[in-house]
């Protein structure tokens, strides 16, 4: 095999001479993550790893010569550039937050690590030493996932790592907070009429806060909707949170709302135009959806954010008030998966005590029987 360590008479540093079959030439390899050879070992460990790139078929030159070329920090900032184009606006926010808070922070203060070291124990390390709670932790190292997947398809590890179970994360499946639809439809009265159409597209069409937002005039013909377009961190977007169109048709209760907008003067292409803004064609924007919610909350006497006022609620109510089955919330829904609208099947806590309740003979009536 090709290569020989050797040291340096006047530093006494190491060095990995190599002859390269591309250029035919011999390269003197004098550093290893950066820094300088002062131990035999190093030297060693850095001709095994080129010994073995080459029996594996993914060996190339720049690997061992060009400076961070295998460093975590320096690919990392690299990776996050290279992907951004086909990143939503608001994953590539997160994913800065995420490298700038937490896994940037982290390499620096393990610098002897290079991208192949980066395995099962260092990266269990890694998500303990985060000071987040359990979902938080795993988005993190999700990222951290992804980053080392495009390593890998990059050809610069040989093979992606195992990462920790989902049970490692100790995740708790908080229950859905909803609303029966008299308590739900309480707040939408609440609301300025100018603002109504909006607040029951999310009600009755299921769908997100965002999406409504981009809702173009010409997203709605013969009674369909199409969904394609959503915000993500401020700007509007051609493409849904999950990639996909959705075609749903109106709800019936729906239908005068959408007429009133239609015939409204065209001065946006959005469907629902906020009166109060000024900006963006006068679209609605998820900061303002929040304000007129909680103002029509506090006014109706109750607490339940926006989207769990709005879409959890009316999933909720489809199942647990009006006994649609799962299988049935999936198609109005447009779920890919039924465990998505399985969740919303878990009556709550007054309802379980109302069947409790329902048909019981007392135990002291039953006393008397025995």
């Keep these: 095999m090709t290569g020989s360590v050797n040291q340096r008479k006047d530093t006494g540093a190491f060095y990995v001479q190599w002859y390269d079959k591309t250029t035919r030439k011999t390269i003197k390899i004098t550093r290893y993550n950066g820094e300088t050879m002062y131990h035999e070992r190093i030297a060693r460990k850095l001709l095994a790893q080129m010994q073995a790139a080459v029996e594996n078929g993914t060996f190339v030159i720049e690997r061992f010569t060009k400076k961070g070329w295998t460093d975590v920090v320096p690919f990392i900032e690299e990776w996050i550039e290279a992907v951004r184009p086909t990143l939503s606006p608001a994953t590539y926010k997160g994913y800065k937050s995420y490298l700038r808070t937490h896994i940037i922070p982290y390499f620096k203060r393990r610098p002897e690590l290079m991208l192949h070291d980066i395995q099962l124990d260092v990266i269990t390390d890694f998500m303990n030493q985060l000071s987040l709670e359990p979902k938080g ?194 198609q109005i829904t447009d779920h890919a998966r039924l465990d998505s609208v399985k969740r919303y099947a878990k009556t709550e806590v007054s309802r379980v005590k109302e069947l409790m309740e329902r048909n019981i003979v007392p135990i002291k009536d039953k006393a008397k029987h025995e």
């Design 137 to 330: 932790k795993m988005n993190v190292v999700s990222c951290l996932h992804v980053i080392l997947d495009f390593a890998k398809r990059s050809r610069r590890i040989l093979s992606m790592p195992s990462f920790p179970r989902k049970s490692a994360y100790q995740l708790i499946d908080k229950p859905i907070v909803w609303l029966p639809e008299e308590r739900q439809l309480n707040i939408l009265r609440q609301i300025p009429e100018e603002h109504q159409p909006i607040f029951y597209f999310l009600k009755y069409q299921l769908r997100r806060p965002a999406e409504s937002c981009a809702l173009h005039r010409e997203d709605y013909k013969d009674g369909v909707f199409t969904i394609r377009r959503s915000i993500s961190a401020r700007q509007l977007v051609e493409k849904t949170k999950t990639g996909e169109i959705h075609i749903i048709p109106c709800h019936p209760a729906l239908v005068e709302y959408i007429e009133r907008e239609l015939r409204k003067p065209i001065i946006s292409k959005f469907l629902f135009k906020n009166p109060r803004a000024r900006k963006d064609g006068r679209r609605y924007t998820n900061e303002a959806l929040n304000i007129i919610w909680k103002q029509a909350c506090e006014a109706a006497g109750e607490d339940i954010p926006l989207y769990s006022g709005t879409k959890h609620s009316s999933c909720s109510q489809y199942i647990n008030q009006f006994g649609l089955s799962e299988y049935e919330l999936q």
